[in-house]
């Protein structure tokens, strides 16, 4: 896209989609949001910045998001199934209000925002193949 | 916790109506694509009032995503279906 206003525009707007998608993300165990919700966040800053600045980084990370996904995925089958075999575990939890004092949720709710991110861009790249 | 009049939410299930009556009268595939995101964001007001914040976020993420995948579909095949 050879639009100047909107290169100029979200050269600076993409970093605070990205920012405001780590935040939903990160806050997922106080607020409303989480996983799904900051990850598509995520993945949108992320697709903004590849319709508008995009043809030419495309062609190296190209494979990268649907490795990522796949690789989370196995990784949340693995921790699952561990679930079932090993004692009950929250990890170390911190005081209660602040950032991490969620224990392994805030690490759960880290994978699962990087895998929605990676699943919508794997999806949205089989779209544009084509081209 | 959002405390608003109760008609809001009224207005703005009206205007999801409006919505939908629209599809049967414009032909515009680019104007479709318009109407879509204003009910997506219609809908996460909507969601937002029913006490449902993070699904507020998630519809207003995929409005725009998918509203700019709409768009872009539409200018390389062209605004008036065959």
Same mark, same amino acid.
């Given at each position: 896209?050879?639009? !100047?206003?909107?290169? +100029? %525009?979200?050269? !600076? ?5 990205? +920012?405001?998608?780590? !935040? ?24 903004? !910045?590849?319709?508008?600045?995009? $043809? ?7 494979? $990268?998001?649907?490795? %990522? ?7 949340? @089958? %693995? ?28 690490? $759960? ?7 929605? @991110? ?14 | 916790? #959002?405390?608003?009049? *109760?008609?809001? #939410? ?7 109506? =409006? /919505?939908? &009556?629209?599809?049967?009268?414009? *032909?515009?595939?680019?104007?479709? /694509?318009?109407?879509?995101? &204003? ?19 998630? *519809?207003?993420?995929?409005?725009? &995503?998918?509203?700019? =995948?709409? #768009? ?9 279906? *065959?």
């Amino acid at each position: 896209m050879n639009d !100047y206003i909107s290169r +100029v %525009v979200f050269r !600076y707007v993409t970093l605070f989609i990205i +920012v405001y998608g780590f !935040y939903v993300i990160l806050h997922g165990s106080l607020s409303p949001g989480g996983g799904f919700g900051g990850g598509t966040v995520l993945a949108m800053g992320v697709l903004m !910045y590849f319709l508008i600045f995009g $043809a030419h980084w495309r062609g190296k990370l190209r494979e $990268a998001p649907m490795g %990522v996904g796949v690789s989370l995925l196995v990784f949340g @089958a %693995v921790v699952e199934a561990l679930k079932f075999l090993i004692p009950h575990e929250h990890g170390p939890v911190g005081t209660p209000g602040t950032l991490f004092s969620g224990g392994l949720v805030s690490l $759960a709710n880290f994978c699962i925002g990087t895998l929605v @991110a990676c699943a919508i861009l794997s999806i949205i790249y089989l779209l544009v193949k084509e081209d | 916790m #959002i405390f608003a009049p *109760e008609y809001v #939410i009224f207005i703005l299930l009206t205007l999801l109506v =409006l /919505a939908i &009556g629209a599809i049967f009268i414009f *032909e515009d595939l680019l104007v479709m /694509a318009i109407i879509y995101g &204003g009910y997506s964001i219609v809908m996460a007001f909507v969601w937002q009032l029913l006490n449902a914040p993070d699904i507020a976020i998630t *519809e207003a993420a995929v409005a725009i &995503g998918s509203s700019v =995948l709409m #768009i872009t579909v539409i200018s390389r095949v062209g605004r008036r279906p *065959e």
